[in-house]
């Protein structure tokens, strides 16, 4: 039978724990990128509704 090495549970923990951190942060990046896409689409619609505007107040003078 093959040798198996045993972890300590310290260094289990840390193991566990450092794959959680990894996760996390991943998780917490995910969150920034989707509000800041949910504000890019905001301010693009924004632009468009300003752009419409300025179209029709040119128009009308």
Same mark, same amino acid.
């Given at each position: ?6 972890? #300590? ?17 991943? !998780?917490? #990046? /995910?969150?920034?990128? /989707? !509000? ?5 689409? +905001?301010? +693009?619609?924004? +632009? ?14």
């Amino acid at each position: 039978m093959a040798e198996t090495s045993k972890l #300590s549970v310290e260094k289990a923990l840390k193991k566990l724990r450092g794959a959680d951190a990894l996760k996390a942060k991943s !998780a917490r #990046s /995910d969150e920034k990128i /989707d !509000a800041l896409e949910e504000e890019t689409k +905001r301010l +693009r619609a924004q +632009r468009l509704r300003l752009e419409r505007h300025q179209g029709r107040s040119a128009k009308g003078d």
